[in-house]
């Protein structure tokens, strides 16, 4: 009868142990799983992607992990390998907030690991979409990028600056690292800032720049750096030409607006301008990107001065001029002529070159031709669609054949000869013209 019974749960028992699946795997007993967080709130806006970044650790072995929001419809499981046992493991997962969410709301972030002894824990997170994504906005800075300081006796730099954020700025960094300039504030937590300082520096004749650095006080730091040069010099070591109002944004350009000077002797530059209407205003101003701090016109007794409220001089015709300024002297003179150069039939000539639809270095493509201005021969141009990078250009006949202009550097097109300088593109359409008598090409937004 003992025999009976042994053999009743000898059959029992291996039914049971005969169901196991082989490749089935058991793991002694381990301690609990481990979800580590640098901080509980993650941050985002609607239609923007967060990351969910999680160190998580268990003594023998992880098995998975599961994510989930319902709200977004996250219900996310990462199985991990329990062939060969991971016990770290870095989490980065990068999930969209969608487009109809708003600013205002919160969702919480479940996360539930299980290590392979079936051990679990849950951690809470909270999503929180009024984040902050961008940097400071840093503005009206003095001295202006590019900008010339005339060399005198107890020589003084003023950097002034004004700082906004919609969270508010934690701090303000200025150094000049040539002046031993290093200026540290903390502002705590203001949305708005203005930097206002005045420093003693030498006379030297030399370039200096100056880095401003900014960032706010949101949870993960927005931050952004400013580079400015100025020269320190016993006169202007450029001059440009503007014919558009001083309220006009002169870094809305790519290229050619203000017009670069043709000569330079001493301190006395040497422009030839195309006036395209009668009584034209133009400026002459000493840095390429404001109207401030050399600003030369007409004073109201009507001779040359060089400051921000001055009149413009006036051109009479439309026309070619020969104009020469003397900004120490603050002279000038302006001579109507007749170009003699060649005028160049358009019908074949194309743009080479990048930053453009339809571009690219083929000097046999017909999609990018010039045409000339009615009223100008000397100018051929046309309408651009930039895609938002570099932009470098040949202008050129077909198989490279003359007449060809390279663009260079200040906006200069050098006839068969030059570099390809590169300018930093933009996205739109935008305006070219290649006036041939004066070798100066502008790219300016329709």
């Known amino acids: 009868m003992k025999t009976h019974y042994y053999l009743f749960f000898l059959i029992l028992f291996s039914l049971f142990t005969g169901c196991k699946d082989d490749n089935e795997k058991s793991y002694s007993y381990s301690d609990a799983p481990e979800i580590v967080v640098e901080r509980d709130d993650l941050y985002s806006i609607p239609n923007r992607r967060f990351i969910i970044k999680a160190k998580l650790k268990d003594d023998l072995g992880l098995k998975s992990l599961q994510i989930n929001i319902p709200e977004l419809y996250l219900d996310k499981t990462i199985k991990f390998r329990t062939d060969s046992l991971l016990k770290e493991y870095d989490l980065e997962y990068e999930f969209l907030a969608p487009d109809n969410t708003e600013k205002t709301d919160k969702y919480k972030v479940d996360l539930t690991l299980i290590d392979v002894s079936e051990n679990s824990v849950s951690k809470v997170l909270t999503l929180n979409l009024d984040g902050d994504f961008e940097a400071p906005v840093i503005s009206n800075v003095k001295p202006i990028d590019g900008s010339v300081v005339f060399a005198v006796e107890d020589m003084k730099l003023n950097i002034s600056f004004g700082v906004t954020d919609v969270t508010g700025i934690d701090s303000v960094i200025v150094s000049v690292e040539d002046l031993n300039i290093l200026d540290k504030v903390k502002v705590g937590g203001s949305k708005t800032y203005t930097f206002d300082k005045e420093y003693s520096i030498p006379t030297d004749l030399k370039t200096y720049n100056i880095t401003i650095t900014t960032r706010d006080n949101f949870v993960d730091p927005n931050r952004i750096s400013r580079n400015i040069s100025f020269s320190v010099a016993d006169g202007l070591t450029a001059m440009y030409l503007a014919d558009v109002a001083k309220d006009t944004d002169l870094k809305s350009d790519i290229f050619g607006v203000p017009m670069y000077y043709h000569k330079k002797d001493g301190n006395i530059f040497t422009f030839k301008y195309y006036a395209d209407k009668d009584n034209k ?166």
């Open 281 to 446: 205003e133009i400026f002459f101003l000493g840095q390429e990107t404001s109207f401030e701090p050399h600003c030369f016109g007409l004073s109201d007794e009507g001779t040359l001065e060089n400051s921000i409220s001055v009149k413009p001089i006036i051109l009479p015709k439309k026309g070619y001029y020969e104009i020469i300024v003397n900004p120490e002297a603050l002279l000038y003179t302006v001579t109507p002529y007749t170009p003699s150069s060649p005028i160049y039939n358009p019908a074949r000539i194309t743009i080479c070159g990048n930053g453009m639809k339809d571009g690219g270095w083929d000097p046999s493509n017909t999609d990018l031709l010039l045409t000339a201005n009615p009223d100008n021969p000397y100018q051929i141009g046309r309408s651009l669609t930039l895609t938002g990078s570099d932009v470098a250009m040949t202008i050129t006949s077909p198989g490279w054949a003359s007449p060809w202009w390279r663009l260079d550097a200040n906006g200069i097109v050098i006839f068969t000869g030059g570099a390809n300088f590169s300018y930093k593109g933009a996205i739109g359409t935008y305006k070219f013209v290649l006036d041939s008598e004066l070798e100066r090409a502008i790219l300016v937004k329709e």
